[in-house]
């Protein structure tokens, strides 16, 4: 060490061109320090162990002569000068007996020069750093004064050649503030409970703003020749599913979906609009095959040209659904003083399903379906034959992308085929509704806030552009009836020949509230009227239906009956409890259930929270429907009876779950009782639906290390020994460990033209091919997009003390799970938005073989 504290001085006194490549001031700074240490620690013991070493040697060969030798005008900095006198002074002292004095360091610097040719070094040598320090000040002064003029002539020279534009500018600004002042009074007067369906619904007073194509810069409002298009990805997912790793084994012909949400279609968009004409060139462009990363055309796959996200269509703009103020207020409506009319209005729906819902007349030919869904609109109005095209495009993309069928055949289920009845389009915009919900609700954020601003306009973009989507042929026509005849069927139990439906418990009622919204007005070639009292019917009957299936799905104790009156009477709100009661006591027992576990205000509490998913959905899709403003929502920690009756306003549905469906309805359902009585003596879900979350991992790395420690390779022709994986791949998903190398496990698929690896097959089957995993042995997360073939690399959520990620493990240092990142994870997974940073990310290639 002292050769080394030696060496460093001598190099500051050597310093020359060859040396200050290896010597800086701070090296000398750091040697001073430690010197002081040694002196500290000889003064702690009471001897001078370090100071002899100091002194050892002969002539310059000793550190205090080399200390000695050192030239101050070497040392620029201040503070180093400055510690290398203290230093030198206290050596001195202690080499002539004096010891430890208590003066300061600055004036133990001036006794070493204090007398003699030392006085006259420390006075030069305060002079040549006082001359420095003014030479460096007045340097520093001169580049300002000089850097100012430049910018001031720049300045006076754009002023004289746009002083015009600066004067527009001015306007433009003032007026923009007054007028952002006036927006958010008016923003925040506007901001009220009042309901967002009905006759009296709030009817949004201001013009949907205009879009700013990325690509020429120009701007446009939705309904103008040129169509804008957004940015959009569609993908098949099965994040909403609670029963993970099980296909779809029914023939339902593609008109309803499994409670257990198994798989769907889902979009998202960055919310980055272009020309429809825009769009095409940049299409057709051959250079963007160079310029985007991994974007084949081919595959009609693409990146964002302004954010790079990973897209596979286009969604053209519509404008808000028109609603005039006579329209508007018909008659003021009452949801909870309307069961007489909805009961004729059951009826009535009754009948026209028994009798098949009368169609459109038969010879109208499909030019007649489009005049008359324009017959109230010019020539320029939403939507045209290039919005019209782009949305039979996007129709397509969710048929392939979402529903599987671009997967390999090898992958497809045994007798799998695209439902023939089905409305891609209709099941996309369901789905979407529901990810964006259950992402809202995991992460505990507002009802209307729940995804970020442009993902939140590309969802209601897509609520609007099928819901104005005209009906151009007969076989649309005929689809679109289908599936209102089939979801009025389940809904009022009505049982038709050849048609096969399954019991109210296995269809998820926010898809048949979706398509039936669509389907009853897009038949009558107008979009949904928001203002018709008839909505705020169907709505309560999908939201009955939905109370009935939470009724059955409760929790059964057989012993609660005798204890459900005297819970009842001592609850304080004796109307509502006991009328809830009955109705699960009238339900469980038509069907041949035992009673609930559940009674009183527990019940009602339980009920409440179960309905309110569905309702959330609902608000979710009307307001971005009406494209109302967003009311004020109920405080956070407000209860879920409170949450109801907030949701029920907005719907105008009745303010107690009880009063959802009615004595006919419930004897309608319970006729299908034996069906209901084996699917509710095991349910597969239970409302409300728990938001799915990534697997639980250990706190600590090593225990990850060791549950992959004697993982084999599945096909056993693993690199390691005894056929062991080398990278171990732990799905986050499901938790299944799986061999991520891309040399073995790999099936050929495609007819034998490609090879899937066992990650990419396991996202395939598990999570719908957008998978993530944690490669353990390299403590890495490996993201996959199977239908992309596209994949990429990123940081673990495993970080050391210091809070950094140790990627393939080269540091060695202990990990500990971070909360904050995985969260992150959770969250992303959630939005469904892994595929795109699989793509965007700059590490992405050919991935499709892991």
Not at 269 to 292: E, L
Not at 350 to 367: H, S
Not at 405 to 426: C, I, N, R, V
């Amino acid at each position: 060490m002292l050769g080394l504290m030696r060496a460093v001085v001598q190099a500051t006194k050597d310093a020359g061109a060859s040396s200050k490549r290896h010597w800086s001031e701070v090296q000398l700074e750091r040697v001073l320090y430690l010197m002081l240490v040694g002196l500290d620690e000889d003064q702690r013991r009471g001897d001078r162990r370090f100071l002899d070493c100091v002194l050892s040697g002969i002539g310059e060969a000793s550190l205090m002569s080399a200390m000695e030798s050192v030239p101050k005008s070497r040392l620029a900095m201040d503070s180093v000068r400055q510690l290398h006198g203290y230093t030198l002074a206290r050596l001195r002292r202690l080499c002539t007996g004096q010891g430890e004095g208590g003066e300061s360091g600055g004036n133990e610097a001036g006794e070493v020069g204090g007398g003699g040719s030392g006085g006259l070094d420390a006075a030069r040598d305060a002079a040549e750093a006082e001359v420095r320090r003014r030479q460096q000040q007045k340097l520093a002064q001169d580049r300002r004064d000089r850097l100012m003029a430049k910018m001031m002539r720049m300045q006076k020279n754009f002023l004289a050649e746009y002083g015009d534009l600066v004067e527009q500018a001015d306007d433009k600004s003032g007026g923009a503030t007054a007028s952002e002042n006036s927006t958010e009074s008016t923003s925040a007067g506007r901001r009220s409970d009042g309901p967002l369906i009905g006759p009296n619904r709030t009817v949004a007073h201001e013009p949907q703003p205009g879009l700013t194509c990325l690509l020429c810069q120009e701007a446009n409002r939705p309904d103008s020749r040129d169509p804008m298009l957004l940015a959009g990805l569609v993908q098949r997912s099965t994040v909403l599913s609670q029963d993970r790793g099980r296909s779809r084994d029914t023939d339902w012909s593609g008109c309803f979906v499994e409670a257990e949400l198994l798989e769907g279609s889902h979009f998202s968009s960055c919310g980055h609009a272009m020309h429809r004409s825009c769009y095409s060139d940049f299409m057709d462009s051959p250079s963007n095959v160079h310029v985007n990363r991994g974007g084949e055309l081919g595959r009609s796959r693409y990146l964002c040209p302004l954010c790079q996200q990973l897209c596979n269509c286009a969604l053209p703009v519509a404008p808000s659904l028109p609603c005039s103020a006579e329209q508007q207020q018909q008659h003021q409506f009452d949801a909870n003083a309307d069961s007489g009319r909805f009961d004729s209005w059951l009826s009535s729906i009754r009948d026209g399903v028994a009798a098949g819902l009368p169609k459109w007349p038969p010879q109208a030919a499909a030019e007649s379906r489009v005049v008359a869904f324009r017959k109230n609109h010019d020539d320029n109005s939403w939507p045209g034959a290039e919005a019209a095209q782009a949305l039979n495009n996007l129709a397509k993309v969710c048929e392939v992308r979402g529903l599987g069928a671009d997967l390999p055949p090898e992958l497809m289920p045994t007798g799998w085929k695209l439902p023939e009845k089905a409305d891609p389009l209709l099941l996309t915009v369901a789905f979407s509704l529901q990810a964006a919900e259950t992402a809202g609700r995991a992460t505990e954020r507002p009802l209307f806030s729940a995804l970020p601003e442009r993902c939140a306009v590309g969802l209601a973009a897509l609520v609007r552009a099928v819901a104005q989507r005209p009906v151009a042929s007969d076989s649309d026509f005929d689809r679109l009836h289908q599936l209102a005849i089939n979801n009025l069927s389940l809904l009022l139990h009505l049982q038709r020949p050849n048609l096969p439906l399954p019991c109210l418990l296995e269809a998820d009622m926010s898809t048949c509230l979706v398509q039936l919204t669509y389907c009853l007005y897009r038949m009558a070639g107008q979009p949904p009227d928001c203002s018709d009292a008839d909505l705020c019917r169907l709505i309560r009957l999908v939201a009955g239906a939905h109370v009935f299936q939470i009724c059955l799905t409760l929790p059964s104790d057989p012993d609660a009956s005798t204890n459900a009156d005297s819970d009842a009477d001592a609850s304080g709100d004796d109307s509502d409890c006991r009328k809830l009661d009955r109705l699960v006591r009238q339900c469980r027992s038509a069907v041949g259930l035992p009673p609930a576990a559940l009674s009183g205000p527990g019940l009602a509490d339980q009920v409440a929270a179960a309905c309110l998913p569905l309702l959330r959905c609902a608000a979710i899709f009307y307001r971005a429907l009406t494209d109302a403003p967003a009311p004020s929502e109920p405080e956070p920690a407000s209860s879920a009876e409170a949450e109801f009756a907030w949701l029920a306003g907005l719907l105008q549905l009745p303010r107690r779950p009880c009063d959802l469906p009615t004595e006919q309805l419930v004897s309608l359902w319970c006729q299908d009782s034996a069906r209901l009585q084996a699917r509710a003596a095991s349910p597969a879900v239970r409302y409300p639906r728990q938001a799915a979350r990534l697997v639980s991992l250990p706190t600590d790395y090593t225990d990850l290390l060791l549950e992959c420690s004697d993982f084999q390779c599945p096909s056993g022709a693993g690199p390691g020994p005894a056929g062991r994986s080398l990278q171990p791949a732990k799905c986050l998903a499901c938790g299944k460990l799986v061999c991520s190398n891309s040399n073995c496990c790999q099936m050929p698929v495609f007819n034998g033209d490609r090879a899937i690896g066992g990650a990419n097959l396991h996202a395939v089957m598990c999570t719908g091919g957008t998978g993530v995993f944690l490669r353990v042995l390299d403590c890495t997360l490996l993201l996959v997009s199977a239908p992309n073939r596209l994949g990429c690399i990123s940081s673990a959520p495993y970080v050391d003390r210091y809070g950094e990620t140790d990627e393939y493990l080269r540091r060695g240092q202990p990990l500990q799970l971070s909360s904050a990142m995985y969260s992150r994870l959770q969250e992303d997974w959630l939005r469904h938005s892994l595929a795109a940073r699989a793509g965007r990310d700059p590490h992405s290639g050919n991935f499709f073989e892991v």
